[in-house]
T-cell receptor
Framework: GEDVEQSLFLSVREGDSSVINCTYT??????LYWYKQEPGAGLQLLTY?????DMKQDQRLTVLLNKKDKHLSLRIADTQTGDSAIYFC?????????????FGQGTTLQVKP | DADVTQTPRNRITKTGKRIMLECSQT?????MYWYRQDPGLGLRLIYY???????NKGEISDGYSVSRQAQAKFSLSLESAIPNQTALYFC?????????????FGPGTRLLVL
């Protein structure tokens, strides 16, 4: 079955870059997603990448996709204290048309002033 | 106003009690989901519904039931609560645009079973 793996914790200093990594198993995934969960809140879609792309940039966010290794990463440039949150990667479950998402365990990003 | 609301936001109950968590949405989406979140385990899907007449089990449905009362309402019940159901519960809705699934989450219900 599908599986999505992430490391659980990352700590960086304010102003540094953060890189959050994710591996997935379903090679047929059309889109891959990053969600952000701020303290006390639900998840919000942060960004996504289509499977025929290697990279997507959106302001301070850069998503890199290595389909061969089934590896996805999220880079946050100039990390701010407001970026402290839990970040989840997700892939479609059981194929792109089911509406289901499989989430990783979540990476807690701690940004130190 | 929030597009996806959950009630209650916090609940403490005792083992063996039946409780219901409610979810309402104003986004007009047909698809709705219930997840639970546990530290280090991420989100796991309990039940999902693609429309009022279509209810499906997720990966961890045992001990839970759901009711889709209307397009906008999807309730989760714990028939006889047990301590390992202590978790953070999220409702979500989704739409599909150009093959891309975007899920919209409620703020969560924190449940403690004593």
């Amino acid at each position: 079955g599908e599986d999505v793996e992430q490391s659980l914790f990352l700590s960086v200093r304010e102003g540094d870059s953060s890189v959050i990594n994710c591996t997935y198993t379903d090679s047929s995934s059309t889109y891959l997603y990053w969600y952000k969960q701020e303290p006390g809140a639900g998840l919000q879609l942060l960004t996504y990448i289509f499977s025929n792309m290697d990279m997507k940039q959106d302001q301070r966010l850069t998503v890199l996709l290595n389909k061969k290794d089934k590896h996805l990463s999220l880079r946050i440039a100039d990390t701010q204290t407001g970026d402290s949150a839990i970040y989840f990667c997700a892939e479609p479950g059981e194929g792109w048309n089911t509406g289901k998402l499989i989430f990783g365990q979540g990476t807690t990003l701690q940004v130190k002033p | 106003d929030a597009d996806v609301t959950q009630t209650p936001r916090n609940r403490i109950t005792k083992t063996g009690k039946r409780i219901m968590l409610e979810c309402s949405q104003t986004k007009g989406h047909d698809r709705m989901y219930w997840y639970r979140q546990d530290p280090g385990l991420g989100l796991r899907l309990i039940y999902y519904s693609f429309d009022v007449k279509d209810i499906n089990k997720g990966e961890i449905s045992d001990g839970y039931s759901v009711s889709r009362q209307a397009q906008a309402k999807f309730s989760l019940s714990l028939e006889s609560a047990i301590p390992n159901q202590t978790a953070l519960y999220f409702c979500a809705t989704s739409d599909r645009g150009q093959g891309r699934e975007t899920q919209y989450f409620g703020p969560g219900t924190r449940l403690l079973v004593l």
